[in-house]
């Protein structure tokens, strides 16, 4: 029997043509379905071609809220950060930490090192010491045979920096590699540094089938493949904030300036002994960095990926923040590698992502690195802050709250009373929707009952 759910030839159908087959195949309400995927369609034909253009088999948008921290001051420069992330509280988070640090001397960044790797692994069935003794040979021949992909890049100052041959035999049989460092400026240079990979990958066979000291068959080396690595640990950059812990000023409760400081060293001490601690604190310090990755239309996975093995570089899963409050004064910051780009790719392309670019003053790659990391940092202080005050609660099921009511399509008037009403009361989906069931049944009672 033909199965409905499967097709062949999707691609080719036209864009309407997909949506009427998924509708009619996956949906209850296929009018409707249509009618809703086409309504998230841009108006401007152009635009939407170019989101179209970033993928395969597109039929709608899928929109996320885009919203902007302000407050922000990096390096002495104010800064207004736009946000893409569908969390709520995490912006507000953001502009929260932003602003409390504006007063304490803003956000400070340093950029560590900035290069990029690739990898070509494969596995050489010859003679090893002649491999060894024969790769200075080949290096600039590798060089020489890129020379047309790395003449662009060696303009703007960049380029290939670095080849290593790494012997890997111990682990698996005949197994090298070529490590390559690269500056790749102000792109994100993945296209770039794969192409000189497989550049070199093809220079390399071609030396080892031609050079008379080795035997010239095809089995003798063997090209397994050739990317660049999404490990970047030597493109790093700080952001770090600090002031006297006098000048922390009150928190909730009347815990001191003092107290404050202990406890906030002590949770990014948790999270540096502790990989389940960790592994959430982490993941807000993504909250930040991720949603400005997102709307300076930057790779996301490609950010995580790397940042989460940078978190495990020393053996166990640790925090990519520190924390020291040393001779009275709070210190806290974060290293993290950020390989990012503000030309090429997405950054050009995308109508948001160019924007964004534009709000954050057209900054160059260093100077977008140490804009997400201070959203970062930013988000971790918010975050720890919470919850060694108040707790995370508080903060975040007020926001919630909203998505509550919008979710049982409260009118204004009982958004407001509501907001009143669970000014100081613990939330949950079922407390707000008695709140708002009664208050159907007897709208004329006050929110203060
Ligand atoms: C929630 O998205 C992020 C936090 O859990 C981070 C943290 O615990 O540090 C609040």
């Given amino acids: 029997m033909k199965d409905q759910k499967t097709i062949s030839g999707f691609s080719k159908l ?8 998924i509708a009619k195949n996956f949906f209850t309400d296929p009018e409707a379905v249509k009618n809703e995927l086409v309504s998230y369609w841009h108006n401007n034909e152009d635009q939407q071609k170019i989101l179209d253009g970033f993928s395969e088999n597109t039929i709608s948008n899928y929109p996320m809220p885009y919203g902007v921290a302000p407050n922000f001051v990096i390096n002495n420069k104010p800064f207004c950060v736009p946000m893409v992330i569908e969390e709520s ?3 507000a988070a953001a502009s929260s930490a932003a602003k409390f640090w504006m007063s304490r001397g803003g956000f400070k960044t340093k950029i560590l090192n900035t290069k990029k790797v690739g990898q070509v692994h494969f596995k050489w069935n010859g003679d090893k010491e002649k491999l060894i003794a024969l790769f200075p040979e080949i290096k600039p021949k590798l060089v020489q045979a890129a020379k047309s992909l790395t003449k662009n890049m060696e303009e703007r100052g960049g380029g290939i920096d670095e080849i290593e ?27 770039f540094i794969n192409s ?61 300036s003092e107290e404050f400081a202990q406890k906030f060293e002590t949770a990014i001490n ?27 239309g930057n790779d996301f996975r490609a950010i995580e990926a790397c940042g989460h093995t940078y978190a495990a570089k020393d053996g166990s899963y640790k925090s990519l923040s520190h924390c020291k409050v040393e001779d009275d004064v709070f210190k806290f910051w974060l290293d993290i590698p950020l390989a990012i ?16 670019l534009e709000l954050l003053g057209s900054p160059n790659a260093e100077e ?29 099921m ?52």
């Avoid at 036209?14 to 087959?21: A, E, Y």
Wanted: net charge positive; aromatic share 8%; proline share 4%.
């Fill in 165 to 191: 041959l790494i012997d890997f035999t111990d682990k698996e049989p005949n197994y090298y590699q070529l490590k390559v460092l690269f500056e790749t400026c102000d792109s994100m240079g993945a296209n």
């Fill in 398 to 449: 007020k926001m919630h709250l909203l998505n509550i009511l919008n979710h049982l399509q409260a009118t204004e008037l009982e958004i407001k009373s509501a907001v009143d009403f669970f000014n100081n009361k613990v939330i949950s989906f079922s407390s707000v929707r008695d709140f708002i069931k009664k208050k159907r049944a007897n709208p004329t009672k006050m929110a203060t009952e």
């Fill in 89 to 91: 509280s995490v912006v």
């Fill in 196 to 256: 000189i990979l497989e550049q070199f990958a093809l220079t390399l066979k071609n030396y080892c089938l031609k050079h008379p000291s080795f035997s010239g068959s095809e089995k003798e080396v063997q090209i397994i493949m050739s990317i660049l690595s999404n490990y970047t640990p030597e493109c790093v950059v700080r952001a770090m904030v600090e002031c006297p812990v006098d000048d922390l000023g009150k928190f909730p409760n009347g815990m001191t």
């Fill in 368 to 396: 977008l690195m140490g804009i997400i990391a201070a959203t970062g940092l930013a988000q971790n202080f918010a975050a720890v802050r919470s919850l060694i005050t108040v707790g995370i609660q508080q903060g975040h």
């Fill in 341 to 356: 780009g503000t030309v090429g790719g997405l950054t050009s392309l995308h109508p948001i992502a160019k924007r964004s």
């Fill in 270 to 296: 948790i999270a540096h002994i502790d990989p389940y601690r960790a592994t959430t604190h982490n993941k807000g310090i993504f909250n930040g960095i991720d949603s400005v990755v997102i709307a300076t």
């Fill in 14 to 21: 036209s864009k309407r043509g997909k949506i009427k087959w």
